[in-house]
Nanobody, 126 residues
């Protein structure tokens, strides 16, 4: 499985960005695609996950109401629309695939994800 993340950049606080993660290679009967982020000197943090089969979505409290995760079936791509960005959203954003189903308690656990893409830098200036 290959994951290609893109769409990062520099934006002012209050602005928007849309990240994309293209998935290719082996597919699974059920899987979820998630976004995580890591700021310098900090631990990796869960952002959002999309359950590819059931369509359920899960968000970190810090991004609820501002970020939206969605998919494009035709292109096997998952998007993360980020609105009302804040300086504290600055981080390298990673997409990852977890085989099998996810529920609210497992979606945020990065250690359960099987495949990871390279990161894309998001910088929000104040």
């Amino acid at each position: 499985v290959q994951l290609q993340a893109s769409g990062g950049g520099l934006v002012q606080a209050g602005g928007s960005l849309r990240l994309s993660c293209a998935v290719s290679g082996r597919t699974f009967t059920s899987y979820a695609l998630g976004w995580f982020r890591q700021a310098p000197g900090k631990e990796r943090q869960f952002v959002a996950t999309f359950s590819w089969n059931g369509g359920s979505t899960y968000y970190a409290d810090s991004v609820k109401g501002r970020f939206t995760i969605s998919r494009d079936n035709a292109n096997s791509t998952v998007y993360l629309q980020m609105n009302s960005l804040k300086p504290e959203d600055t981080a390298v954003y990673y997409c990852a695939v977890k085989r099998g189903v996810v529920v609210s308690t497992t979606a945020p656990l990065g250690k359960l994800y099987d495949y990871w893409g390279q990161g894309t830098q998001v910088t929000v200036s104040s």
